[in-house]
């Protein structure tokens, strides 16, 4: 499904896909597996006060005493989900009890208790990447998890996932890594079309999605990547073909036609710019032709050799079975 995209790799897009993941590989510098750290921080200060830190310090820790994590650990109880973090190979970003207690404030609720399970997993599993990740292995830009979902990373003065930031980094375990971060992070809750339908600046693309009868597909199919035209590129389409409304256009097509152009702007499985080579690319999509995308120009060429512009600024919109990235022209088979 992916194979013109072969740079990329392929995501879990399922929550049953968590399991088995892979065989722990014992560290021997490990005390613990990591939910046994996480249900006992208190009683492994060493692995969050290293010595260098220490030294630092004049002797003194940055918190008076090692982070706790006991709220993470109900969650991970309540969905089935220790056992996991217990026996494969994971990296886990593991949220303080501050960050959960912000959590429930936000959400109006008093714990754990009132969160029901089926909506605890995947956030949970928003917190995991596959296998051993240490801060000095961690780039800009988008890094999947076990959620499906990807989230970002931000290096600078620290280190951020999405908006979290990282308390206490590269925290060992025998079967991976914890890093403690300061706030709950959340996965998309949004579809590709719930998102495209909440910006009137999609509101011509919402109506043709929505007369080739794509809707049901975009919003409960994928993951996919959608390259999405904004309202100003439609209206330069009709007068670069010579159509006075989208009407006239979509009569011209035809439900078949309109349905090709549409699906030239759509890629399977989940594709972040920052997982594009530097040079050009050619993309297959899921209307069977390809197009070209140079991630340095941020620049695509379709099959006809126009040249549409990404959007800077509107870049790995994420929804919850895909990302969109947002075009400045419309492509063509």
Request: overall charge neutral; charged content about 15%; hydrophobic content about 45%.
């Given at each position: 499904?992916?194979?013109?995209l ?6 879990c897009?399922?929550e ?14 490990a005390?613990?597996?990591?939910a ?7 009683q492994?200060?060493e692995l ?13 820790p ?11 650990t109900?969650?991970?109880?309540k969905t ?7 026996k494969?190979r994971?990296?886990v970003l593991a949220?303080?009890d501050e960050?959960?207690q ?7 609720v ?5 969160i029901?399970?089926d909506?605890l ?7 995991v ?16 998890t076990l ?5 970002e990373?931000?290096?600078g ?6 908006d979290?930031?990282v ?7 025998i079967?991976?890594v914890i ?7 959340l996965p ?13 600046a999609?509101s011509?693309l919402?109506q043709?999605?929505q ?5 049901g597909?975009?919003?409960t ?14 209206v ?12 006239a256009?979509i009569a011209?097509?035809g439900k078949?036609g309109?349905t090709?152009v549409?699906l030239y702007?759509v ?5 972040y710019?920052?997982d ?5 690319l050619?993309?297959?999509?899921l209307?069977?032709?390809e197009?070209?995308i140079n ?11 126009r ?19 947002v075009?400045?022209?419309?492509i063509?088979?």
């Open positions: 499904m992916f194979l013109a072969s740079v990329f790799v392929a995501s897009s399922k049953d896909d968590y399991a088995p993941i892979d065989q722990p590989q014992d560290d021997p510098e005390l613990a597996d990591i046994t750290i996480l249900e006992n921080s208190e492994f200060p969050f006060y290293g010595q260098d830190d220490l030294l630092k310090r004049g002797g003194k940055a918190y008076k005493k090692p982070p706790t994590f006991f709220n993470l109900l969650a991970l109880i089935d989900l220790l056992s996991v973090v217990a494969n994971l990296t949220p303080t960050a959960f912000a959590l429930f404030k936000q959400l109006g008093r714990g754990i208790r009132d029901p399970a909506q997993k995947p956030i949970l599993l928003y917190h990447i596959q296998g051993k990740v240490f801060s000095s292995q961690l780039k800009n830009g988008f890094t999947r959620n499906g979902s990807a989230v990373v931000k290096l003065n620290g280190v951020m996932f999405n979290a930031t308390l206490f980094a590269n925290i060992r375990a079967n991976g890093h403690a971060i300061d706030k709950v992070l998309p809750s949004k579809s590709l079309v719930e998102i495209a339908a909440g910006n009137p999609f011509i919402v043709a999605v007369f080739a009868e794509l809707d597909v975009l919003a199919g994928g993951p996919f990547t959608v390259f999405a035209p904004t309202n100003d590129a439609f330069a389409l009709l007068g670069e073909l010579g159509f006075a409304s989208l009407d256009l011209a097509l078949d309109l090709q549409l702007h890629v399977s499985d989940r594709v710019s920052s594009l080579p530097a040079g050009p050619k993309v297959g999509t209307q069977g032709g197009f070209t991630a340095s120009t941020l620049k695509i060429t379709d099959a006809r050799n040249v549409s512009g990404l959007v800077p600024s509107l870049l790995n919109i994420q929804a919850n079975n895909g990302v969109i990235h075009i400045d022209r419309v063509l088979p």
